[in-house]
């Protein structure tokens, strides 16, 4: 798995390995079993193991894997050892939520910062973060370089909002607007879909209601 | 695809046009190409005209699909027509979030109540919804009939709560809580996980990194 780019799927199951050994190192656990994994991330065993089986010296019959170990291999792959700090474009109800809820529990990351384009937000502070003016992004951008947006605009102005954060040479972004938004090539985006998980959901229950 | 089971790629594609058709009706525009879905999508062209072959009567040569046929069509697949009511259990930052954003844009959902263990919390009421004693949770549930419950509560309490609308037959659920949930048989259970989406962003920029 080092060294080649590694599926969005398996990315996924690593992320939710991380979470669980963050959990087990807290508690003081040294090892862990491909069955309490299972169990803790809804993914099968077999699956685990075939996950696991590249990092091969952290595993051992009868005791499982290795926490520490493990999680460092896991994150050297994920690149969240030192994670990117999270910037929040857009101080309103969602990302007011955002900040304040924090982001412990995601192994280091961390907000930075907030921008906002209304000037009686401008200017607080949320739960530590100080909401900045739209004019303060390229400063933040270019003296931090990688960062992760975090888009909770007002539906309408996605757009704006992603155009000024590509400018500005932010290229990783997580949308919780709804509005389907245009990137150019070499950046990423994301969506937080609440409607999309509803409309899901739906589905399921109508596939229940008919079987 | 009417009559058997779509998967969730498909679904999901669906519940964007779905969105995008909703978008055009508010506009007051009648027919939309499969070069406008695919563009505001954010889908190929080819996979959208696949995936709407099966609505061929609503695509013509030249004018494209007729919008509220279509959408009409696709909600009927999705069981979207009718959506079920949404309840969110926890009425804390993410909670009340939630609740204050509201569900404009997502075609029909609506919050029904809110419930919450606090009782400086219950009896409140956010956005137009009461926050409600989690005592009235079963009552709520049994007179509705289905709903989706949004779980929005703190870190550590998500499977006591998961268990609680399982107790009162609650079986569809989406979870803003980061710990993994038990469910049974038959319950279908979605995360909104804010921390492995940035992981895969810190993934794509450490790729980025090393091309």
Redesign the interface.
Known sequence: MPGK??S?KT??R???Y???LREARIDGTPFVTSKHLS????ISSAAVRKDLAVFGEFGKQGSGYEVSGLLENIER????CD??P?IVIGAG??G???L??G?????G?RYLASFDSDPKTIGKTIAGVRVQSLAELRDVVSEQG?V?AILAVP?GEGQNAVDNLVSVGC????SFT?E?L?IPD?V?L?Y?E???????????????DRS
Do not use: M, W
């Open positions: 780019k590694v969005e990315i996924r690593l992320s939710h991380a979470r669980c169990e803790r991330c809804g792959i994920l690149g969240t994670p990117p999270v109800i969602i007011s939520a955002l304040e809820s982001l412990n529990g995601t192994g990351y990688d992760i539906p290229i990783s972004i997580l709804l389907p245009d070499g990423v994301r937080v609440v409607s999309t998980e509803l409309d899901l959901l739906t589905y399921s229950l109508k596939c229940r």
